[in-house]
């Protein structure tokens, strides 16, 4: 059993800045493509960014490129996402996961942590 615990949320002004981080126990993640999730009340999960196993691969959703920046350490089995000039309309739960393929959907993650909560004030 994989166990994802994701860390890093709160509450930031707009303009500011949070790292997230996901930390996987009991699984070397080295294998595995992470990527996160995030969701806004009363909105369905979205893409956020995707990287791929060795971290040469990354994609990101539209509405966050140029501003948050996925990376990994396969030596420390963490993930993490920088997110600078955040904006209120990025407030949501982020998730992390993992899975065996690059890809931006949540049926291709099988391992689920269970969400820090980023809140961004206008």
């Known amino acids: 059993q994989v166990h994802l615990a994701e860390s890093g949320g709160g509450l930031v002004q707009a303009g500011g800045s949070l790292r997230l981080s996901c930390a996987a126990s009991?699984?070397?993640?080295?294998?595995?493509?992470m990527v996160w999730f995030r969701q806004a009340p009363g909105k369905e999960r979205e893409f956020v960014a995707v990287i791929g196993e060795r971290g040469a691969r990354r994609y990101y959703a539209d509405s966050v490129k140029g501003r948050f920046t996925i990376s990994r350490d396969n030596a420390k089995n963490t993930m993490s996402l920088q997110m600078n000039f955040l904006k209120p309309e990025d407030t949501a739960l982020y998730y992390c996961?993992?899975?065996?393929?690059?890809?931006?959907?949540?049926?291709?993650?099988?391992?689920w942590g269970q969400g820090t909560q980023v809140t961004v004030s206008s």
């Open positions: 009991d699984w070397a993640l080295s294998n595995d493509a």
């Open positions: 996961a993992a899975g065996p393929i690059v890809s931006g959907r949540e049926s291709d993650f099988p391992f």
